[in-house]
């Protein structure tokens, strides 16, 4: 994964090449512990970490719950930043649920936390026997679901009516939010990336991408959380 967001030509350069991805489809939760500490104590400053229910094959063989290894990475590293890539939101765990597993790890990652998000794929997610929707729809529960999810993350008593989601008298609150990077591979994503994000993330640097992402990211945050919030007016305490 490459990540594209605020931070300068030479902190990004150096943070892509000492990145790490840890596979939760080819190593068991143990091994992805031990080597996201092996990484550390080598040198890397980054790593991601898969959050699929389905690896891609069966030769794979491997698919742990990603909340539980990113708790146990949490006790067993203390620098290396770490971040999903991507969760998807929307469909197999519901966005107040995530809002909750996403504040504890950015508790337990005391500032070392980011939240990679995407639509993703039909067979790493499609589990529950509900019709998997086509991409526009995909993309507007996503942007839905991270509008869920900040609402949790300010804290206080939370309602919620949208066209895809309900909350209810929920509550969450972390420390401090984690950035959210958003998973784009055209451009529609890129809209949504740009309207919901503090980045975007790939699989490889694609210039036009980046170029239409940064053309599109003209908002401060305050006018941004401002925009955010009309999108959804049936939301608050």
């Not at 596979?23 to 992805?32: A, K, R, W």
């Not at 919620?160 to 784009?184: F, M, R």
């Amino acid at each position: 994964w490459s990540v594209h967001d605020d931070v300068g030509e030479g902190e990004e350069d150096a943070r892509r090449r000492d990145q790490l991805l840890v596979s939760n489809e080819e190593m068991t939760p143990n091994e992805m512990v031990r080597n996201a500490r092996r990484a550390e104590e080598t040198g890397f400053t980054t790593a991601w970490i898969s959050d699929h229910y389905h690896p891609w094959i069966d030769a794979q063989g491997q698919s742990p719950f990603v909340w539980s290894v990113i708790g146990g990475i949490a006790t067993a590293t203390e620098g290396i930043r770490l971040g999903t890539g991507a969760t998807c939101p929307t469909k197999r765990i519901h966005p107040a649920i995530i809002a909750q597993a996403t504040a504890t790890s950015a508790a337990m990652l005391e500032g070392r936390f980011w939240f990679g998000v995407g639509s993703s794929e039909n067979l790493n997610e499609n589990i529950l026997g509900v019709r998997w929707p086509p991409t526009d729809v995909r993309l507007e529960m996503l942007e839905e679901a991270i509008h869920v999810i900040w609402l949790l993350w300010e804290g206080g008593n939370k309602q919620h009516c949208g066209k895809h989601y309900t909350v209810e008298n929920a509550y969450t609150l972390p420390d401090e939010s984690p950035p959210i990077y958003v998973s784009a591979f055209g451009p529609k994503a890129i809209e949504v990336a740009a309207r919901i994000g503090d980045g975007y993330v790939g699989t490889a640097p694609e210039g036009n991408l980046l170029k239409a992402f940064i053309g599109k990211v003209l908002l401060p945050p305050l006018r941004k959380s401002e925009v955010r919030r009309k999108s959804f007016p049936h939301s608050g305490e």
